[in-house]
């Protein structure tokens, strides 16, 4: 039920292209769901997150786009760059009475020139 | 500097050893968690702090770990009888109440 799936586990796209992550959850009561970013040596950054009042989110080439009813949300960048490459994580949130982040197992993206 | 801070950055220890991490968080971040992240893995959940009261601990794996904070500030994760399982980054994250957490680099444990 706290489990929060994501794939692919690895991604390699070509400069320019777009890189697309999905992540599927379980426990309709999550209502944040942020996506992380890391870089090797670094922690996680946010990135971009939705609640799901909304069916997508944009920020710069960044986009969340989520599906409520099929309990689904993926990660879209657009005109990816080799700067890009880094490992992806879904996460999901909801009041439980602890304020914990449950994680996907993460994406590794490989933008190639 | 204004974000999460974690020391050491990394730490060697040798099997049976207890070790100390330490983490900074954000000035005014009531809320402090730790997570830790095995080689390839994603993030495993071990505590939260709500100012200095810990309401979860579900995520500490065994009775070897204890984490605690003090002033509603820094907090200490120890892990006593270190086993060579216990190896992973162990990252803290703090933030205000119901609001975005914000990760440090995180602590490099090897027990050989």
């Known amino acids: 039920q706290q489990q929060v799936k994501q794939s692919p586990q690895s991604l390699i796209v070509q400069k320019g292209g777009i890189s697309i992550i999905n992540c599927a959850y379980e426990?309709?009561?999550?209502?944040?769901f942020p996506w992380y970013q890391q870089f090797p040596g670094k922690g996680p950054a946010l990135l971009i997150a939705?609640?799901?009042?909304?069916s997508e989110k944009k920020e710069g080439r960044f986009t969340i786009s989520f599906n409520k009813s099929a309990k689904q949300f993926s990660l879209h960048i657009m005109d990816s760059q080799p700067g890009d490459s880094a490992t992806y994580f879904c996460?999901?949130?909801?009041?439980?009475?602890?304020?914990?982040?449950?994680f996907g197992t993460g994406t590794r993206l490989t933008i190639i020139p | 500097g204004a974000g999460v801070s974690q020391s050491p950055s990394n730490k060697v220890t040798e099997k049976g050893k207890d070790v100390e991490l330490r983490c900074d968080p954000i000035?005014?971040?009531?809320?402090l968690y730790w997570y830790r992240q095995s080689l390839g893995q994603g993030l495993e959940f071990l505590i939260y702090?709500?100012?200095?009261?810990?309401?979860?601990k579900s995520g500490l794996p065994s009775d070897r770990f204890s984490a605690e904070r003090t002033g509603g500030s820094v907090s200490t994760l120890t892990i006593q009888r270190t086993q060579q399982e216990d190896s992973a980054v162990y990252l803290c994250?703090?933030?205000?109440?119901?609001?975005?957490?914000?990760f440090g680099d995180g602590t490099r444990l090897s027990i050989l």
């Open positions: 994250a703090s933030s205000l109440s119901n609001q975005p957490q914000h």
């Open positions: 426990n309709t009561a999550f209502d944040y």
């Open positions: 939705i609640r799901p009042d909304v």
């Open positions: 996460a999901a949130w909801g009041d439980f009475g602890n304020e914990k982040l449950t």
């Open positions: 000035s005014g971040h009531t809320a």
């Open positions: 702090f709500q100012g200095n009261s810990a309401p979860d």
